[in-house]
């Protein structure tokens, strides 16, 4: 699936399903919710806390796709292409750091 069509079928599903978007502020609650859910996992299970058996049952890879939900809810909202902003992105990036982190030290 491209990201355009992830977009399309968000588009879609809210359309069908969910009546409308949350307003943009919401949505930027709940991905921030989201992102916390995430961060749990991450520092529980590969980080230094300790994993509590409640948090064994939770599913990275889903925790992952809410927050791709509501960031491709905010770019429905807002205009954003996610495939073409992706590409500009990593254009800069290669530009910026071509060589940047071959030359860190730190990541030796």
């Given at each position: 699936m491209t990201l355009q069509q992830a977009q399309h079928q968000v588009d879609n599903w809210i359309k069908k399903h969910g009546v409308r978007y949350f307003n943009e502020l919401t949505n930027m609650a709940i991905l921030t919710e989201e992102v916390g859910e995430l961060a749990r996992i991450m520092a529980r299970r590969y980080g230094e806390q300790s994993e509590k058996e409640k948090d064994k049952e939770m599913d990275l890879a889903d925790e992952m796709a809410d927050v791709l939900w509501v960031l491709i809810c905010l770019a429905n909202q807002t205009g954003v292409d996610l495939?073409?902003?992706?590409?500009?992105?990593l254009e800069k990036k290669t530009n910026r750091d071509q060589q940047r982190h071959q030359t860190n030290p730190k990541l030796r």
């Open positions: 495939a073409l902003a992706f590409q500009k992105n």
